[in-house]
């Protein structure tokens, strides 16, 4: 299901199990959670066949038709964080996270674009030369 | 730091230790005041600090409940976070991005120059931009400014270099990587900025200004200030005669006590501030105090804001540097043929994967999205910061039946936006789109507004006190020994971010409550 909500077919099966990880965590610490998750994912079950064995379309199609439902929206809204909060996501993303670590990127890209022409200086001074007192 | 007794009168309570609060408590104990601080959140540092999206709006944000209605998306989309603002040691200067832009003269007053806005409550600032000017020139300084006092402009990132191209493009011609106050070199015993790109998570090099590092440590260094952080406010009291006499708030361990004082200075925030004064109400004032205007929690002003996005063939990394070293401010000024009042800026603006992900399109789902998510690296973005009406109806008012954690009615915050807001909106869309459009964007998003971090006018600065709850000093009409010290004071939104009025205002005040109180008028 969540494979469905947010479609990257880069990511690996193990990056949409953290967000069950995560959606059985809450359901632990809260049983109307747990009951919502439950009486959702059996809901999806319904009809002549299981939701696994549906093929992707219809899959779409039976979240399409649920989406407004809290069961949906409590999956969606936990995934849209879960998901896309995660170090080996942000990889396949080519975004780097934290900067801290490496002194900020003043001396790692910041302004390294070179598909448009630069600035002139009275727009865009030049940096520093050093960052130390 | 001194531990002032609870039953010590003679103390100046501030609440609130953000742009104003904490700006006001330096200035005062410069002046050799005694000054309690009272600040709701917890003292964060440099290491405590996180460059984390989701980690550091848990840290630093203010996540009491609160509720929303009006027709505004906020209130459709988060309907219970009206605002993203801080509970923290320094309020929201550590989680703001630094833009310092000046009000324009006739922002100041709206009531006399626009025409043609019905349905609003406009109304001219008591005071005039020549008023500010000295106190403007001090802020500045203070803050270590940008372009001003000397200091060099930040160096342009990628994602401002995509705004410099396209805005100058379509004809923009005050295209510059803006009034900052970040340290382009270093200054006032900080460093000069590492390009980090979490401005929003807290400065981890102290290149950004803010209180936390700042005002604070200054105030404290003078031996005067006694700052009780993790201590919420609940009620003002006032004596028979219609004094304020101290504040009852939950200290550190729950523990309601009451901390008597001189005058109170009241910083929260424009939520919290006019929901104190609500909550604060009494068989002598039963609308809450200085309410005799019935303005208090009235015309919350949040900006025309919005969002937009371009998508590019090549990279950008829109995330690495300064969140908003970026400006276009072309659109500021008064052109009503643009077919709306006021004007706005257009800001660079970034966010990383995980906080996109949740803001770029609220709600949204499938292939489509999935696939605007996968274009992150050459993404860049830009925000619009524009005057918004105000309107008595858009207000904080106290929730009917819903209590937080101390007993206390929690705000509702309530919005629609006029029609010049509207306007002016979808213009600065157009704009946005058009900017990107002209360096080669393949898709542009326009995203609606976000939780306010612009949050005003809710104890508006008034002439009479018929129309407003503070004069020009932001000393209530009611009570003489009752402050309002934050953003609740515009009386106008205008279209400048607005932290260093709110700075300006503070040092102001300090002057004008330390006369007071050397005259023994209060």
């Known amino acids: 299901m969540s494979r469905q909500i947010y479609p990257h077919d880069r990511l690996a099966d193990s990056s949409y199990a953290k967000v069950a990880q995560d959606l059985d965590a809450e359901a632990q610490a809260a049983p109307d959670v747990a009951r919502l998750l439950h009486e959702g994912l059996a809901s999806l079950d319904q009809g002549e066949k299981k939701f696994v064995d549906l093929s992707p379309q219809q899959q779409l199609e039976a979240l399409k038709r649920i989406e407004n439902s809290p069961f949906f929206q409590k999956v969606r809204s936990t995934e849209v964080v879960s998901l896309y909060n995660s170090p080996e996501v942000w990889k396949q993303f080519g975004y780097a996270g934290s900067s801290y670590e490496i002194g900020g990127y003043l001396k790692h890209g910041f302004d390294d674009l070179k598909w448009l022409p630069d600035p002139p200086e009275s727009a865009s001074p030049k940096p520093a030369q050093s960052s130390h007192r | 730091m001194p531990q002032y007794d609870l039953n010590d009168d003679s103390v100046i309570l501030i609440i609130g230790s953000g742009a104003g609060g904490g700006t006001l408590a330096n200035e005062l104990c410069q002046k050799g005041m005694k000054v309690v601080l009272l600040e709701a959140g917890a003292r964060q540092s440099f290491s405590t600090m996180q460059n984390d999206e989701w980690a550091a709006f848990q840290q630093l944000s203010w996540l009491d409940k609160r509720t929303t209605s009006g027709s505004w998306r906020v209130a459709k989309d988060f309907p219970n976070l009206p605002a993203w603002i801080c509970k923290t040691v320094g309020g929201t200067t550590v989680h703001w991005a630094g833009a310092s832009l000046r009000l324009q003269e006739h922002e100041f007053k709206i009531a006399t120059v626009y025409s043609g806005i019905s349905g609003a409550n406009l109304l001219d600032w008591p005071i005039t931009l020549k008023d500010l000017e000295p106190y403007y020139e001090k802020a500045e300084s203070k803050m270590g400014v940008t372009r001003t006092n000397d200091i060099p402009g930040l160096p342009g990132n990628n994602n401002f270099k995509v705004l410099y191209n396209g805005a100058t493009r379509i004809g923009y011609k005050k295209v510059h990587t803006g009034r900052m106050a970040i340290n382009s070199r270093p200054r006032d015993n900080r460093l000069s900025c590492w390009q980090m790109g979490f401005c929003f998570q807290g400065c981890r090099s102290g290149a950004k200004w803010s209180t936390l590092y700042t005002e604070i440590p200054r105030a404290e260094a003078t031996g005067k200030l006694d700052l009780r952080p993790q201590s919420q406010a609940l009620q003002v009291q006032h004596d028979d005669g219609g004094k304020v006499t101290g504040v009852l708030y939950a200290d550190k361990d729950g523990k309601q006590v009451v901390q008597k004082a001189r005058a109170v200075c009241v910083a929260c925030n424009s939520i919290e501030t006019p929901r104190l004064l609500l909550n604060s109400k009494s068989s002598k004032f039963p609308d809450g105090l200085a309410n005799s205007s019935g303005q208090v929690g009235r015309n919350y002003m949040r900006h025309t804001t919005g969002s937009v996005y371009g998508v590019f063939k090549q990279p950008v990394h829109m995330d690495r540097g300064t969140v908003m070293a970026g400006i276009v401010q072309d659109e500021t000024e008064l052109n009503t043929k643009r077919g709306f009042a006021g004007g706005f800026e257009l800001e660079t603006i970034s966010l990383h994967l995980p906080f996109l992900a949740a803001f770029l399109n609220p709600g949204a789902w499938g292939r489509d999205f999935a696939w605007a998510m996968e274009q992150y690296p050459n993404m860049a973005g830009m925000w619009i910061v524009g005057e918004d009406m105000p309107q008595e109806t858009n207000r904080v008012s106290l929730h009917p039946t819903e209590k937080d954690q101390h007993g206390m009615p929690i705000p509702n915050v309530h919005y629609d936006d006029h029609p010049n807001d509207v306007a002016m909106r979808e ?35 008034s002439d009479k006190s018929g129309n407003g709850v503070c004069n020009k000093w932001g000393q209530t009409h009611d009570i003489k020994n009752l402050f309002i010290s934050d953003g609740s004071q515009f009386t106008t939104s205008a279209a400048e971010n607005p932290t260093l009025t709110i700075v300006t205002l503070a040092i102001r005040q300090a002057d004008y409550v330390a006369e007071e109180c050397r005259k023994q008028n209060i």
């Open chain 2, 427 to 461: 213009y600065a869309f157009k704009k946005g789109a058009a900017v990107y459009e002209a360096v080669g964007a393949t898709r542009t998003v326009a995203v609606p507004p976000y939780p306010s971090t612009h949050n005003l006018g809710t104890c508006r600065m």
